[in-house]
């Protein structure tokens, strides 16, 4: 017998089957660490082996199931009791029993459908993790491991050029102009500005790209604003006809595909926005949306073979010449 958590326990362990050659990904947890866990993409099998070892030999454990879950959920941090379940997957590995001797049982969850990115935001949390319970009478054993989903995207087909104009009238006349409006995470912001019209002095002039988390619905409604880069353009007065060239590197900054309305819980959208200051430090804001998204080409050599044929049928059923010129490129 079992009273007061005297008597026989057991220590629970899940290992993934290719924990070994499998990659990882670094991700942010809430308290701003980062660690390194098992990359995971929509479609591939999730497998492996639950090790239960018993504390004390000889001694029985009596127990009511052994199961596995593979959870994917969503966290608001206002509402933290309620845990928004997106995904959820049992296998049941043992039926109520006893054991009298330390057991290892295997699991597979087929072609998981992981339908959203993993993140840890402000005001939410999106997280997948496998939880695997012993069942008792008094108190339940239970061990969580947490992986980390990326979802690839593909090329977009559309991807027009942004145009904008400042304008203070006779005052000021700016244009400026970014090659696109969608970028991967590894990309570069190539762009100009044009001072058409130049009548009071500006003193400094800077890029920022804006990362908006908004989370909950209705009155419930929060958004968090984060300055994740800041690319000084020009510290002086600059003059009519002046044009300059922006080359900003999006490699080097903290940031996340564009995620839209996710399970109708949250958002995380993207903005340039053009600061300029003045000699009286005025400030002139002008702002654009852009889309970032992950691009599947860079860890494609890395991903299983389920995730690649899945790629690969959703890329080249839509256009197969398409394709082929793109592999081409990317080899060159």
């Known amino acids: 017998m079992s009273f007061f958590g005297f008597g026989q326990s ?23 660490r980062k660690d390194k866990y ?47 379940e997106f995904v959820s997957l049992v296998k049941d ?5 006893e054991l009298t001797q330390s057991q290892t049982y295997d699991f597979e969850f087929t072609h998981v459908e992981k339908p959203y990115e993993s993140y840890t935001g402000q005001n939410v949390k999106l997280r997948y993790f496998l939880r695997a319970t012993v069942s008792r009478r008094l108190s339940d054993i239970s061990k969580e491991l947490d992986i980390v989903v990326h979802t690839l995207s593909t090329y977009p087909e559309l991807n027009s050029s942004i145009k904008m104009e400042v304008g203070i009238e006779d ?3 700016i244009e400026f102009e970014y090659n696109k409006s969608k970028y991967h995470l590894k990309d570069v912001i190539v762009g100009k500005i044009y001072f058409l019209l130049v009548r009071i002095k500006i003193k400094h002039m800077e890029i920022d790209i804006i990362k908006r988390e908004t989370t909950g619905t ?53 903005y340039l926005n053009l600061v300029l200051i003045d000699e009286e430090e005025r400030r002139y804001f002008k702002q654009q949306e852009i889309t970032l998204w992950r691009k599947g080409d860079i860890v494609r050599k890395s991903m299983s073979h389920q995730a690649i044929s899945a790629a690969q049928r959703f890329e080249g059923s839509s256009n197969p010449e398409k394709s082929q010129s793109k592999n081409a490129e990317d080899d060159s």
């Open 10 to 32: 057991a220590d629970i362990d899940i290992v993934l089957n290719d924990a070994e050659t499998r990659k990882k990904a670094e991700h942010k947890s809430e308290d701003g």
């Open 93 to 97: 590995l043992a039926r109520p029993g």
């Open 171 to 173: 005052c000021l006349h």
């Open 218 to 270: 209705g009155p419930n409604v929060y958004h968090e604003n984060d300055t994740v880069a800041k690319y000084e353009i020009m510290d002086g007065a600059p003059v009519r006809g002046e044009s300059i060239p922006i080359r900003l590197f999006l490699a080097g900054y903290e940031i996340t595909p564009t995620m839209r309305d996710i399970n109708k819980k949250f958002s995380v959208r993207y």
């Open 38 to 84: 098992f990359l995971f993409f929509d479609g591939e099998t999730v497998s492996g082996k639950l090790n239960v070892t018993l504390k004390y030999p000889g001694k029985r454990l009596e127990h009511n199931g052994i199961k596995i879950e593979f959870i994917g959920q969503i966290e608001l941090y206002y509402d933290r009791g309620n845990h928004h």
